[in-house]
C-alpha cells in the first residue's frame, strides 16, 4: 500500500478540476466577454436622474445571469454537503472482483462524498429527524462507480414503483406546503401504516441514527445486494458498509430541535471545520460477502431492500479505508452539481435484480436531464472521470467537448473504426450473466412478504437508552398526526412488532392499541393478485439479537474534533484553566472560551485572553462537553447570568461531561448539577484526563432516567 497521504497535488480528481478553478485575485473586473469593467455599480442613463438605456450591455449581462443562478433542486436529498477524499484498499480482493480499486493495494482513488437530509429543501436544517444520504463517487483509472447508498442498511419501500409515494408522503402536504424537513405529519403515517413494508425503515428513523451527532459520526450503507465479478466470471454477492473511524454517535431529539435554531448548519459547519483544520474524517469500507449458492439460505430475501443481512450470519469484513481531506473551493460547482448514479459502476461490479435497484437505474440519469438540463452532466467538471471519455455521443445544450474527425457512427472506416471497442480482456465491460427462465408478470415475491421479523429484532437489539429515545420519537410523530385511525393503524402494527414498544408508544399518545383494524394494511399488491399471499408474516425469530444494530457496538476513544464550552468571566484562574485547555488541545478537541461579553477576557493573573464567543451568541447544545474554571471574581459575575445555568442544566440534561474546579462547584451547587455529584462524566477539581475520557464515550446516558425532572 502507498504510504503517502494523497493530498491536493496529487489527487488526480483534484488535478482534474484545477483546469476548470478561477481565482480572481489582481485581475481586473471583466464583463462575460472579457471587456474590462470601470464601473459596477452604477447602470447606464439618460442624464443623471433619467431612465436606464437598453444599450447597456454590461447591466444586462449582469442582471440575466442572476436571473438565471438557480437550477432545480433535488427532489430528494436537496439539502448536502460534499467534501474530497481517497480511498485505499487493505487488501487484493481479486478473489472476489477484477475492479481495480478493490484489487490494487498500492492505488489510491479520488473520491467525492455527499451527505444529505431526504425530505427537506435545500435550505432546511441539518438536524431534522430523517436519514441521511451517503453518496461516494470513486474516479477510479477504470471509469466512475458511484456508491449512492444511506445511513441506515435498508430502505422504507421494495419496489421502485413506489418511491414517488413514498416521498410524496414525506415531503410538505401538497394543500399547504407543511411541515418543512419533518416526517411527523398525517400524509407520511397515512401511507407507512398501508404499506408495511417501510416499518424497518421507519424504526430506524426514529431510532437515533435519524438524528446524527455528526456527519462525521455514522455508518453508511449500499444496501441492496450488489454482485462482485471476479477475473474468471465468478460472482459473489456482495452489500456494501462504511465503519465510521470515530463511532456512531448522536444528539436527543430535544437537542436536535434547539441545535436547528441555534446553528442550521451546524452538519455542514462541522463536517467543513473538522476538515480545515486537518482532522480528517474516515471510514472503513466493510463487505459482507455471500456465495452465490448461498443466495437462498437466508429467512429473507438478499433482493429485498427492507432487510438486513445481520453481521453475525455474514460478519463484515473489512478492507480499506476512505478519507476526506479537502473541502470543495466551490459549493454550487461542487457539491450541488455533482450526479450520483447507482447505475455507475466500473468492471468487477454489477447489479442484482432487487426491484428497488433496477427501478434506481431508471431514475437518477433522468433526474439529471431535469436538475442540470442537458445529457451532458457527465462534461461538468466534478462529474467527468478521470480516465479518458471517448465515444460517439455528440452535440445537445452546453457540450464541452469539442470532438474532431468526420465519422460519429460505429462501425466506421473513415474514422479507423476509432474509438474501438475493448475486449474483456482489455476491460471492456461484460454483463454478468445471469440465467433467467421466467414468465413476465407485474408482481412481488412471497419471500418479500416478512415485514415485522427485522423491525423486531432492530427493537430487540437497541439498549435500553436507544429503546427510551425510540420510544419518544413515535410518540413525538405520532402525537403530531391529527387523525387517530392513522395513530390507531400505526399501534396495531407496532403491536405486531412488539408488545412493549406497542404499549409505551400507546400509554403516551393516551390510546389504546386497537384489537383489529378495518382496512387491509397491506396495499403492495396489484388488483389481481391474491391478498392472501402478500399479507405479512408473524414475526420469525431467526436471531434473538444483533449487537452490530446498536449505536454501542462502534467505540471510538479519541476527543479529537469534540467541541469543548469553557465558561469563564473576569478574573478567572488561570492555572486550572490552562492545564484543562492544553490538555484538551493536545488531543485535538475544539475548545471555545465562553464568557459575558465578547473581547477580551483579564484571567486572575492579569492576562488577556481572547474571547471566542459572548454567551449571547451561542447555545449549549452546539458542544460536547462544559468545564467552568474557579476564579471567585469569575464565578460571581456567571452566577448573575441566567444562561450559564442554562449551559450547565442542558449539558446535565443531555447527559454530556461536565467539569467543575475551584469555586465554580458553588455555580454547580445552584444548578441541577447539584445532584449529580457522584456521576461518572461530572467532575470537580478532577483530573483533564479523565474528563477526555467521559468526553470521549459520548454521553453518559445511564443518566438519563434521572434527568426527567430538569426542565431545561
Ligand atoms: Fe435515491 C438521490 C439514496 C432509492 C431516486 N438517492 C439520492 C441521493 C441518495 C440516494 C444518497 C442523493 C445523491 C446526491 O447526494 O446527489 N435512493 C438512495 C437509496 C435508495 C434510493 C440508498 C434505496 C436503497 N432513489 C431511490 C429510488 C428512486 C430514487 C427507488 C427512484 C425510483 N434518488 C432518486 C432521484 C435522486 C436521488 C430522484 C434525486 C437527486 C438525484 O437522484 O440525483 O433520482
Not at 45 to 53: M, N, V
Not at 137 to 150: A, P, W
Not at 594 to 604: D, F, M, Q, S
Not at 661 to 690: L, R
Request: charged residues 25%; hydrophobic residues 35%; neutral net charge.
Amino acid at each position: 500500500m502507498k504510504s503517502k497521504k494523497m493530498g491536493s497535488t496529487d489527487n488526480p480528481k483534484l488535478v482534474d478540476l484545477a483546469r476548470n478553478t478561477s481565482a480572481q485575485e489582481n485581475q481586473f473586473m471583466t464583463t462575460d466577454q472579457g471587456v474590462k469593467i470601470n464601473d459596477d455599480a452604477n447602470s447606464l442613463k439618460a442624464g443623471e436622474r433619467g431612465s436606464t438605456l437598453l444599450e447597456d450591455f454590461i447591466l444586462r449581462e449582469k442582471i440575466t445571469h442572476f436571473d438565471h443562478e438557480r437550477i432545480p433542486e433535488r427532489i430528494v436529498h436537496a439539502r448536502g454537503s460534499g467534501a474530497h477524499g481517497y480511498f485505499e484498499l487493505y487488501e487484493d480482493l481479486s478473489a472476489y472482483t477484477k475492479a481495480g480499486f478493490l484489487t490494487d493495494t498500492t492505488r489510491q482513488t479520488p473520491v467525492f462524498v455527499r451527505f444529505s437530509t431526504v425530505a427537506g429543501s435545500k435550505g432546511s436544517a441539518d438536524l431534522a429527524r430523517d436519514i441521511r444520504g451517503f453518496a461516494v463517487k470513486f474516479y477510479t483509472n477504470e471509469g466512475i462507480f458511484d456508491l449512492v447508498g444511506n445511513n441506515t442498511p435498508v430502505f422504507f419501500i421494495q419496489d421502485a414503483m413506489k418511491f414517488p409515494d413514498v416521498i410524496h408522503s414525506v415531503k410538505p402536504e401538497p394543500d399547504w406546503e407543511i411541515p418543512q424537513a419533518a416526517s411527523a405529519h398525517d400524509t407520511f403515517y397515512d401511507f407507512i401504516s398501508l404499506a408495511t413494508e417501510t416499518l424497518h425503515n421507519h424504526m430506524w428513523a426514529m431510532s437515533d441514527r435519524a438524528i446524527p451527532r455528526s456527519l462525521r459520526m455514522m455508518e453508511g450503507f449500499g444496501i441492496h445486494t450488489f454482485r462482485l465479478i471476479n477475473a474468471q466470471g465468478k460472482p459473489h454477492f456482495v452489500r456494501f458498509h462504511w465503519k465510521p473511524k470515530l463511532g456512531i454517535h448522536s444528539v436527543t431529539w430535544e437537542e436536535a430541535v434547539k441545535i436547528n435554531g441555534a446553528d442550521p448548519d451546524f452538519h455542514r459547519r462541522d463536517l467543513w471545520e473538522a476538515i480545515a483544520t486537518g482532522n480528517y474524517p474516515e471510514w472503513e469500507l466493510g463487505l459482507q460477502i455471500i456465495p452465490e449458492e448461498d443466495e437462498h439460505k437466508f429467512d429473507f430475501d438478499l433482493l429485498d431492500a427492507t432487510k438486513l443481512i445481520p453481521e453475525e450470519l455474514v460478519p463484515v469484513k473489512i478492507v480499506g479505508k476512505m478519507t476526506l481531506n479537502r473541502n470543495p473551493d466551490n459549493f454550487f460547482a461542487e457539491t450541488e452539481q455533482v450526479a450520483f448514479h447507482p447505475g455507475h459502476i466500473v468492471p468487477g461490479i454489477d447489479f442484482t435484480n432487487d426491484p428497488l435497484l433496477q427501478g434506481r437505474l431508471f431514475s437518477y440519469t433522468d433526474t439529471q436531464l431535469s436538475r442540470l438540463g442537458s445529457p451532458n452532466f457527465h462534461e461538468i467538471p466534478i462529474n467527468r472521470p478521470i480516465n479518458p471519455v471517448h465515444n460517439n455521443q455528440r452535440d445537445a445544450h452546453m457540450r464541452m467537448t469539442i470532438d474532431k474527425g468526420k465519422t460519429a457512427y460505429f462501425p466506421n472506416s473513415i474514422g479507423g473504426g476509432c474509438p474501438h471497442l475493448a475486449k474483456m480482456a482489455e476491460g471492456g465491460f461484460h454483463t454478468y450473466e445471469e440465467r433467467i427462465d421466467a414468465k413476465k408478470v407485474r408482481d412481488r415475491s412471497k419471500s418479500f412478504s416478512d415485514h415485522f421479523s427485522q423491525p423486531a429484532l432492530f427493537y430487540r437489539s437497541l439498549k435500553d437508552w436507544e429503546r427510551n429515545h425510540l420510544v419518544n420519537a413515535y410518540a413525538f410523530e405520532l402525537g403530531k398526526c391529527v387523525y387517530d385511525t392513522i395513530k390507531q393503524r400505526m399501534l396495531w402494527l407496532l403491536n405486531q412488532i412488539d408488545k412493549d414498544l406497542a404499549k409505551r408508544v400507546a400509554t403516551k399518545l393516551g390510546l389504546a392499541i386497537p384489537t383489529a383494524i378495518d382496512k387491509p394494511i397491506n396495499q403492495n399488491i396489484g388488483a389481481d393478485a391474491d391478498p392472501k399471499k402478500h399479507e405479512p408474516g408473524k414475526v420469525k425469530k431467526y436471531l434473538e439479537k444483533s449487537d452490530a444494530l446498536s449505536q454501542e457496538h462502534i467505540h471510538s476513544d479519541t476527543i479529537a474534533t469534540r467541541q469543548i464550552a469553557i465558561l469563564a468571566a473576569d478574573g478567572f484562574d488561570m492555572k486550572s484553566y490552562k492545564k484543562m485547555k492544553d490538555y484538551l488541545e493536545k488531543n485535538k478537541a475544539v475548545v471555545t472560551l465562553i464568557a459575558p461579553h465578547g473581547g477580551k477576557l483579564t484571567c486572575n493573573q492579569q492576562m488577556e485572553h481572547t474571547v471566542d464567543a459572548a454567551l449571547m451568541t451561542t447555545e449549549s447544545v452546539l458542544y460536547d462537553a462544559l468545564y467552568i474554571p474557579g476564579g471567585k471574581e469569575s464565578i460571581n459575575a456567571l452566577k448573575r447570568e441566567s444562561k450559564v445555568f442554562k449551559f450547565i442544566n442542558e449539558s446535565v440534561k443531555y447527559c454530556k461531561a461536565l467539569a467543575f474546579e475551584g469555586e465554580a462547584a458553588e455555580i454547580m451547587d445552584m444548578s441541577a448539577a447539584k445532584d449529580f455529584k457522584n456521576d461518572d462524566a461530572v467532575f470537580i477539581n478532577g483530573k483533564p484526563e479523565d474528563f477526555a475520557r467521559a468526553i470521549a464515550k459520548h454521553r453518559n446516558w445511564k443518566r438519563e432516567p434521572h434527568t426527567v425532572h430538569i426542565p431545561a
